[in-house]
């Protein structure tokens, strides 16, 4: 059983906010489901670490997951900050059972075990300003809660945010903290497209960080094991 992870697919199946207006989004969604199907087999994992849909509500998102169901593996998703139809994990899971997308799990102040790996992460924050207080420490404590429920499953904890901790000059000290206190030794991460993949920092303070953003890894699931 294989682990792979890609990020912000941007799918606007039910939306009209297609990608392609942007340099090398050429046929995306072609792109994904090719790349997906000829990696990913039925009994591997693939983490999705945010931006999944430009969905607003969840009711247009609906094309977007049954895309995401119709691709072989377990899925597990976390909230990037484009997902704007994330309301609450029970209304996301009440809408998964009435549409029958059973392959999708969310990683929310949760943690799940793949054989002797566990599966942690949040969505993280980018600023790092007065302002932004609240929201910073709100994303702290889900990480907090992920790793805390990844103890009990027991395993080796393997990180996945939506916004990198670090950025070129920009470094979030609490999440950094809490890595390192649970000694983390890589982080995979989204957000970042275009122009700036110049400021991806690849490694800070013993910490490696990879960018798995669909554009970053041309269209095509990322193997990790």
Not at 81 to 106: G, M, P
Not at 114 to 125: A, L, Q, S
Request: hydrophobic fraction near 40%.
């Amino acid at each position: 059983m294989a682990l792979f992870t890609i990020s912000d697919l941007h799918l606007s199946l039910s939306t009209d906010k297609p990608m392609t207006v942007f340099r090398g989004w050429e046929n995306y969604t072609d792109r994904i489901k090719s790349n997906w199907r000829r990696l990913v087999k039925e009994e591997d994992t693939v983490v999705l670490p945010g931006d999944f849909s430009w969905g607003l509500k969840l009711s247009e998102t609906l094309e977007d997951f049954k895309f995401l169901e119709a691709l072989p593996g377990k899925k597990i998703l976390l909230k990037g900050n484009h997902d704007l139809w994330w309301s609450t994990v029970k209304k996301v899971n009440e809408f998964f059972a009435e549409n029958e997308i059973n392959s999708v799990e969310l990683l929310f102040n949760n943690a799940f075990k793949i054989e002797n790996r566990v599966i942690c992460g949040t969505r993280g924050w980018f600023y790092d300003q007065s302002e932004d207080d609240k929201i910073r420490k709100r994303e702290v404590g889900r990480l907090l809660l992920s790793f805390e429920a990844a103890e009990k499953l027991g395993g080796e904890k393997l990180v996945f945010l939506h916004y990198p901790p670090v950025y070129g000059d920009y470094v979030s000290n609490d999440i950094i903290s809490v890595l390192k206190e649970f000694n983390i030794k890589t982080v995979y991460h989204g957000h970042i497209h275009g122009s700036g993949f110049n400021n991806v920092v690849s490694e800070y303070d013993g910490i490696k960080f990879k960018l798995i953003s669909a554009d970053c890894i041309d269209f095509t699931p990322f193997l990790i094991i």
